[in-house]
């Protein structure tokens, strides 16, 4: 997924009511923006890191831009729009990077299901039947570690899926939690029973249940995210 058009760097300013962020470009303009992160953002940015964003010229809009990429206290670079999460999965599903969900004959975006109300990500047809795909993004990362983490904060709703999709599987169908790893030099990723363990229960649950848990790393440049390798599920 490349930025068309380019981002724009600058610096943080603050990260505040959740979704603002104050920032300095590089020609020392001053903007707030939209920052599209429901999560802590934990260990992803510190006063005066760099940012880059992507510009709105929609009069419509009330922020001028949208914070899409940061540089984390430990020198990585994370892709903190989440929306970017489901985006970047599906051109991986297209182009078979995800070996494990490869050969389907049909995708759809955020599909209803369970007894809980909830849209699956993905439904990916196959001969043998339809496949519910659930994707998560991941950011939290740590100094002395290539391990990430998830999730960032409490997750009432990811809880939520995880009994949606233990359901299913229970019932004989696949069903399959993706984590989208938006951060530069990871080789793993782990569930945070330290920030949710209520979440971490579930999981197990779910993994008992017959869910399928995959992660899957990114590469990310100011210029590009991509999709591009396997990493270890750590449970």
């Given amino acids: 997924m490349r930025f068309d058009p380019p981002l724009e760097e600058g610096r943080l300013l603050r990260r505040y009511k959740r979704f603002l962020a104050d920032i300095e470009t590089a020609s020392g303009e001053h903007l707030t923006i939209h920052c599209p992160n429901t999560g802590s953002m934990l260990n992803c940015m510190s006063e005066g890191c760099r940012v880059w964003f992507s510009r709105s010229s929609d009069p419509k809009r009330k922020l001028p831009g949208t914070w899409e990429l940061g540089e984390t206290p430990h020198g990585r670079l994370a892709c903190l729009n989440t929306g970017r999460a489901n985006a ?4 991986a599903l297209r182009a078979g990077i995800v070996t494990e969900l490869a ?53 009432a709703r990811g809880a939520k899926h995880l009994r949606e999709l233990a359901a299913l599987a229970r019932m004989g169908a696949r069903a399959v939690l993706l984590y989208c790893v938006n951060l530069s030099d990871i080789d793993a990723v782990r569930v945070a029973e330290e920030i949710d363990p209520v979440y971490a229960a579930g999981l197990r649950e779910a993994r008992a249940a017959g869910i399928e848990v995959l992660a899957y790393g990114t590469e990310v440049t100011p210029h590009e995210v991509r999709l591009v390798r396997r990493l270890d599920v750590l449970l």
């Fill in 88 to 91: 970047l999965v599906e051109e």
């Fill in 103 to 155: 050969g389907f004959s049909g995708l759809k975006r955020e599909v209803a299901y369970g007894s809980e109300s909830s849209r699956a990500d993905f439904r990916l047809d196959y001969a043998s039947g339809a496949v519910m795909v659930e994707v998560k993004s991941v950011t939290l990362g740590f100094a002395d570690s290539r391990t990430a983490a998830f999730p960032d904060a409490v997750t």
